[in-house]
Nanobody, 120 residues
Framework: VQLQASGGGLVQAGGSLRLSCAASGRTVSNYLMAWFRQAPGKEREFVAAISWNGGSTYYADSVKGRFTISRDNAKNTVYLQMNSLKPEDTAVYYC??????????????WGKGTLVTVSS
C-alpha cells in the first residue's frame, strides 16, 4: 500500500485547510485510517482516526471540535478537515493505515507527510 498525502501549506491562525491522503496498491476500504503529526523537535503524535466504514471516529483532545476526519472508500482516500487552526498545529502531517482495529496497536503503512504551517 502506498499513501500520498496532499493539501498542506501556509495558513494564518484561525484559517482552514483540508488534507487528503490517497491510497494505492490495494483497497484500504476495510482498514482503519488515521492521521498523525510531528512538530519540530517533538515526537510524532496521534491526531485522528476513522474506522473502515466511517462509523467511528477518534480524535486527540487537542484537535477535538476543530478537526474532522472522513473517508471515501470508493476513492480509497481519507481526508482531514482542519478549522480554527492554531500556531501549535504547525507540523508535518502523516496519514497511515493498517488492518488493526486501533492505532495504538500500530499502523502498517505510512505516507511521506505534508507540511502544515500556521502563522500567528
Amino acid at each position: 500500500v502506498q499513501l500520498q498525502a496532499s493539501g498542506g501549506g501556509l495558513v494564518q491562525a484561525g484559517g482552514s485547510l483540508r488534507l487528503s491522503c490517497a491510497a494505492s496498491g490495494r483497497t484500504v476500504s476495510n482498514y482503519l485510517m488515521a492521521w498523525f503529526r510531528q512538530a519540530p523537535g517533538k515526537e510524532r503524535e496521534f491526531v485522528a482516526a476513522i474506522s473502515w466504514n466511517g462509523g467511528s471516529t477518534y480524535y486527540a483532545d487537542s484537535v477535538k471540535g476543530r478537526f474532522t476526519i472522513s473517508r471515501d472508500n470508493a476513492k480509497n482516500t481519507v481526508y482531514l478537515q482542519m478549522n480554527s487552526l492554531k500556531p501549535e498545529d504547525t507540523a508535518v502531517y502523516y496519514c497511515a493505515t493498517g488492518p488493526r482495529s486501533s492505532w495504538v496497536d500500530g499502523m502498517d503503512y505510512w505516507g511521506k507527510g505534508t507540511l502544515v504551517t500556521v502563522s500567528s
